[in-house]
């Protein structure tokens, strides 16, 4: 990790500290190698007085146990029909997962406890068919899981839910998540999924509003895809009730976790239910608002001169910072490819926005972008921010001779004097 790394992971400490995560595991993901290294981000993420509920599948060792006990399971991932055999093979299955995930909690220090928290009753007869043992989640012990909260502990829930007569019941870990996070007024659902790709091999996009969300269940077709689909529904349905964030990640993937988490543009697919903050691409018509944004700082000589014009012929090098709908910040990258670095370039925030780590932020994103394009290094011309993009961004001051040979007759014919900093990529 390198300084930024820990300069973007700080600026979001207080924005997280004592909000409440529901983390949700297939099953599969439980049994994978990776699952070690999630427990440790788990442990992170404790560390920072973030708390946390865990919500497990278990799929994938029912279809074990039941296999050993010579069965075929009428359902596994309860949303089906469970018989009387796959209840009981889904009961000692998902105990034990949960027994084991404890185990591992354990040994990163974590405390924490099984949570009979569901509340469940027979989901009853749909389309003229008796679901039998799955269950309609009705309602979440809260009361039981804040208890466990305060105390530092990690709830650790299985798909499993009881009624008031003693009956247990298979119910759909997704659904469990998302119950338990509305319940809770989580702030995230982060889904550690064994399938993150659509049918056809398409991958979600990044960010997706709820409709997107809900329309892409929509468009579902046959069973291909269930798993990411169940997270989908379920997913948009929390935001629905309030739930501000849902994050689809790829369980198998070493950091995915704390990627998302503390990052910028995230490694997964993040369901949102209010104006996402966000970076894009500027478009024509934000060309003239983005004029009068950085307007006083082209007057006090903080940014380069441009016209609108200079902005139009060069409009895909532009990045709009976006909060609520309205353009609030800017930046640009100019590529020299033949030198593989790029120059970072018309960074601007509003006031308004000040001290709210968004310079940080743009600049880790063309950071990101200067990366996927292939450079090598960042340089940016500064007259008056040099001490910002020193301490915020890891740059360091050079001779204007370690500008790329059309930059440097640009710098020598525009007399503004800028400071010249650089930083390498690694």
């Not at 919500?55 to 469970?82: F, L, M, R, Y």
């Not at 995230?266 to 894009?280: F, K, T, W």
């Not at 925030?349 to 996927?372: C, P, Q, S, T, W």
Request: hydrophobic fraction near 40%; include cysteine.
């Amino acid at each position: 990790m390198n300084a930024s790394d820990l300069r973007e992971i700080l600026q979001y400490v207080p924005r997280f500290r004592e909000k409440i995560f529901v983390v949700a595991v297939d099953g599969e993901i439980a049994a994978s190698p990776n699952f070690s290294n999630i427990l440790l981000d788990l442990a992170v993420l404790r560390s920072l007085s973030i708390r946390i509920v865990l919500v497990h599948g278990a799929s994938h060792q029912i279809q074990i146990a039941a296999k050993k006990v010579g069965i075929e399971p009428s359902n596994t991932d309860g949303t089906g029909i469970t018989d009387k055999a796959t209840l009981e093979v889904s009961m000692d299955a998902a105990v034990r997962l949960t027994h084991e995930i404890l185990e591992g909690l354990a040994t990163v220090d974590l405390r924490a406890a099984y949570a009979n928290a569901i509340v469940a009753h027979p989901a009853g007869i749909l389309g003229g068919v008796d679901r039998r043992h799955t269950g309609r989640i009705e309602r979440v012990d809260v009361k039981f899981l804040r208890t466990l909260l305060d105390e530092g502990i990690i709830p650790v829930i299985p798909p499993l839910g009881v009624d008031g007569e003693g009956h247990t019941y298979r119910v759909n870990s997704d659904h469990a998540a998302a119950e338990v996070a509305e319940a809770l007024h989580a702030t995230k659902v982060i889904y550690l999924s064994a399938e993150t790709r659509l049918p056809g091999g398409g991958v979600l996009p990044r960010q997706l509003a709820i409709a997107d969300a809900e329309e892409f269940c929509k468009r579902r077709v046959g069973s291909a895809g269930t798993n990411l689909y169940s997270k989908l529904e379920y997913g948009a349905k929390a935001c629905r009730q309030g739930v501000s964030r849902i994050h689809l990640l790829d369980g198998h993937a070493d950091e995915a976790l704390l990627d998302e988490v503390f990052s910028n543009e995230g490694v997964g697919a993040m369901i949102y239910s209010n104006e996402y903050q966000q970076i894009r691409r500027i478009f024509k018509k934000d060309v003239r608002t983005m004029m009068a944004l950085i307007r006083q700082s082209m007057e006090s000589e903080e940014l380069m001169r441009r016209r609108r014009t200079d902005i139009l012929e060069r409009m895909q090098d532009y990045w709009a910072l976006v909060i609520d709908g309205k353009l609030t910040g800017c930046v640009a990258l100019h590529v020299y490819p033949e030198e593989e670095c790029g120059e970072l370039a018309c960074l601007y925030v509003h006031k308004d926005h000040a001290n709210e780590g968004h310079g940080i932020r743009l600049m880790a994103f063309i950071e990101n972008l200067a990366r996927e394009k292939g450079l090598k290094r960042l340089f940016a011309l500064s007259t008056q921010a040099y001490n910002y993009l020193q301490i915020k961004g890891g740059f360091h001051e050079v001779e204007p001779r370690m500008l790329p040979a059309a930059r440097l007759r640009k710098y020598e014919s525009g007399g503004r004097q800028s400071k010249v900093l650089m930083r390498e990529l690694n």
